[in-house]
Nanobody, 125 residues
């Protein structure tokens, strides 16, 4: 199994930045891709970004393209989400997820096998 722990959430003003981290442990050798999702109150869980565990392939939701950057440090088994130019509509609980199945199919929650507990991101206007 794979365990995921997010950190780095908080409260920032609009226009500010945050960097989220997701530390993976356990059988990290079986991870194929990692993703970030977010969920605002009363809304479904929304795809934000994903990255292959090996290689450089990344993909972003249109709503965050150009503002957010996903990256990874395999030596630390950690994936990051750098979030710039944050807006109130970015307020949500952010979750990281691991996909163990082959194939870079990463846009839906069901594409992933393991989830972290989430970290709250709040943007004030």
């Amino acid at each position: 199994q794979v365990q995921l722990v997010e950190s780095g959430g908080g409260l920032v003003q609009a226009g500010g930045s945050l960097r989220l981290s997701c530390a993976a442990s356990g059988r990290t050798s079986i991870i194929y891709a990692m993703g970030w999702f977010r969920q605002a109150p009363g809304k479904p869980r929304e795809f934000v970004a994903a990255i292959r565990w090996s290689g450089s392939t990344t993909i972003y939701a249109d709503s965050v393209k150009g503002r957010f950057t996903i990256s990874r440090d395999n030596a630390k088994n950690t994936v990051y989400l750098q979030m710039n130019s944050l807006q109130p509509e970015d307020t949500a609980v952010y979750y990281c997820a691991a996909r163990r199945r082959l194939g870079f199919v990463v846009g839906l929650p069901n594409d992933y096998d393991n989830w972290g507990q989430g970290t709250q991101v709040t943007i004030s206007s």
